[in-house]
Every structure is written in C-alpha cells, then in structure tokens.
C-alpha cells in the first residue's frame, strides 16, 4: 500500500541511504541503523482510509475512519482528505494517532492484510545464511589446493585485503560475514555463485593462524581418557575406548601437504625459469609479468588441461600431476619483457668488455715494446772516437 501510494503514505526520518520497504530486506547494520534511530522515524498517513483495511478493527475505531470515503472522495474533488501522523515508539510499544479530519461514522470489517511472520523469515534467511557460508567454505578451500571446504578466515580478509581478496561477487555487494547480509543479498550471492573465486596469496598466514587456534575437541577428549583411566581396574565391567577424530588437525594435515606441493611446484617452476635464461641455478619466477606480457615466455610440457599460474592458484591433484611430468616442463624465452635480462647478453657484454681491456693493454705493451727498442739501439751504439 506504501510503495502504491506514496504521495498519500510515507515514512520520515529514516537514516540517510536507508529507503523504507519491508524488514525483511535488510541486512543486521541496517536493521541495528533504523532501531538506534527510532526516535526521529515518523509515519505520516494522509489517506487513512487506504490503510484501513490492513490494521485491526480496534484501532480504526479509535481512529474514527469511514472506509466508504474512498468512494466519496472521488466524488467530491473539493473535499480534503483527512491526514493522521503515526509516531514510532519503540519504548511503550504502541502507535499513537493524531487525526487532523474526521467524518462519518466507523464500519465494524475484517482485516484483509498478510500479517509478518517472524518465524518464517527467521527460518528463511537462516537457511540463506547456512547456503552462502557453505559456498564461502567450500571456494576458501579450492583457493586453498583442498578438495573440501575449508573455514573462511575472515579476520585475515578484513586486515590484509591486498592479499586475502574474493572476485566475482554480484555488483553492490562487498565480501563480509553471511551473518550481516539480508535475504536479497544473500539470494544474489547463491545466484551467481560459479562466478565466485577466492584469491589467497600468502596461504601460509592461514596455516599459522590455523595452529595457533586451540582444537575444539580438547576437553571432551581429557574428559574420555579420565574415565577410561578411571574404570580400568574394574575387571566387571566392558570398558569401550570411544576416540573422536580431531577435524582441525585432519585439516591442518592437508593444509600443510598443500603447502609442500607448493613449496615443490615453485622450485620446479625456478629452476627450468633458471635454465631458460642461462643459469646454472634457480631464478624466482616473475608470474605476474608472464601472465601480463604473453608469448614472451611460453611453457610446453604441462599436463592435459592444467594452465601455467602461480602455485598458489592450483589445486593439490594439479600441481601433483606437474610433479609427475616434471621432466617435459620446459620454458622457452620468445622475447625478454621489460626487466628480464638472460643470461648470455650478459655474457656477451662481458666479452665486448673483456676485449676492449685486452686490446689497450696490448697497444700498450706494443708501445713499451718500441720504447725498449728505441733504448736498446741507442746503448748497441758504439762510443764515437774523435
């Protein structure tokens, strides 16, 4: 009835950037924003009659409104409609009403409006929230290397964003905790979820992180070896040893196998780099000038539908299967970009160097050499006699 009619019903004082619409529309900031602002929140209804019939009977009473004026009204252009401002207070829970034209008498009538349930908003943004940090999870983890979900560490998103970062979220929407969006949010989320990727390039931070939380399964493990020790030297009774499986360390287990088949990846990848220039030795591999300068530097020999990238961007059974064909991967340097210097210019301008040295010592030594033959045909002289 509000969005039908807003020159006749509107709502003042909302926070600024916060239009008014249904609650369940909103996420937690903005719902919280509305609540602190409660005060100056004021409804202003100039056509009571179009709200008449979405509130209880008992507060059009009071009201004193004659649902039949909609009917009259556009009879009678001359006559001014009645305008009611409704005043929110949150603190005594109740609407009061200060009407400014009253007519005719009121209508006993059934309320025909659909009323809120809390419960099935509750249930349904509760089951989006679950939806979305269940996908959050399981892109953490593919960022990660893992083939199943992995927490998202949202303290590290939030303190390093140059390094922790999440592409292809729907427009508008930036990446926070599922718990403070609202239902559109979330459902634009889920809609455009293939186009989600986490980007994680210091997964080592989140390993530390990972080892400095407790394992949540601590105390109920003490708990069941205490009494198992406990009943141990009762002979009547079958004593069942129950061991819960630690979650956290499982994962912990293959963040670090992800780590090392990074660790080996990148070794692999600096030193065919290395070879490719002309060392005899590892060279860190400039991943970002390769992705942004493409056909300087070609790399044959990966595995069937495996693309060249930073270890960080592959997953475990990827950068497995390029540790299997370790002996194929070649790099092959088409032309330097800016910055690469191989290793045979390097050579050759340290022979033109050489070569310049070794021909102006040998001028020189051609020079002594006149000198000294000068000087030796002048004491072969013999002395005059006169």
């Given amino acids: 009835v509000f969005e039908s009619n807003p020159e006749f019903l509107y709502v003042e004082g909302l926070p600024e950037g916060i239009p008014f619409r249904s609650p369940t529309w909103f996420g937690i900031p903005r719902l919280e924003r509305i609540v602190r602002g409660s005060a100056k929140i004021k409804f202003i209804v100039k056509k009571p009659q179009l709200v008449a019939t979405h509130i209880p009977s008992e507060l059009v009473n009071k009201i004193n409104i004659d649902v039949s004026q909609s009917t009259e009204s556009g009879s009678n252009p001359a006559s001014k409609p009645p305008e009611a401002a409704v005043d929110v207070d949150t603190s005594k829970s109740c609407i009061r009403t200060t009407p400014a034209q009253t007519n005719g008498s009121s209508m ?39 083939n199943e979900p992995y927490k998202v560490p949202f303290a590290l998103f939030e303190s390093y964003p140059e390094d922790f970062y999440v592409e292809g979220l729907p427009e508008g929407v930036p990446f926070r905790r599922p718990s403070t969006f609202g239902i559109p949010r979330l459902e634009k989320i889920l809609r455009n979820r293939a186009k989600i990727k ?57 963040v670090d196998k992800a780590r090392q088949l990074r660790e080996q990846v990148n070794e692999l990848f600096s030193k065919k780099f290395g070879e490719a220039i002309g060392m005899n030795f590892p060279v860190k591999v400039p991943y970002r000038k390769i992705t942004t300068n ?29 540790l299997d064909s370790a002996e194929f991967i070649k790099f092959t340097v088409i032309r330097p970009f800016p910055g690469l210097v191989l290793n045979n210019q390097e050579s050759e301008s340290g022979q033109s160097a050489e070569n310049a040295d070794r021909s102006q010592t040998d001028e020189a030594a051609e020079e002594g050499s006149k000198d000294t033959q000068d000087l030796s045909l002048i004491k072969q002289e013999p002395d005059p006699t006169w």
């Fill in 108 to 146: 006993p009538f059934k309320p025909r409006g659909r009323e809120f349930s809390f419960e099935a908003w509750n249930a349904k943004i509760t089951d989006l929230k679950q939806k979305v940090e269940a996908l959050f999870d399981e892109k953490c983890g593919e960022a990660l290397g893992l």
């Fill in 198 to 254: 986490f980007v994680i390039k210091k997964p080592e931070m989140i390993e530390n992180t990972a080892k400095e939380q407790p394992p949540n399964f601590a105390p109920k493990k003490a708990g069941i070896q205490n009494n198992a020790h406990t009943a141990s030297g009762l002979e009547d009774l079958n004593i069942i040893q129950v061991t819960i499986p630690d979650a956290d360390n499982e994962k912990n287990v293959k």
């Fill in 294 to 322: 493409p056909g300087c530097v070609v790399v044959d020999g990966m595995p069937p539908g495996v693309s060249f990238k930073a270890p960080s961007y592959l997953e475990m059974s990827s950068m497995r299967r390029i």
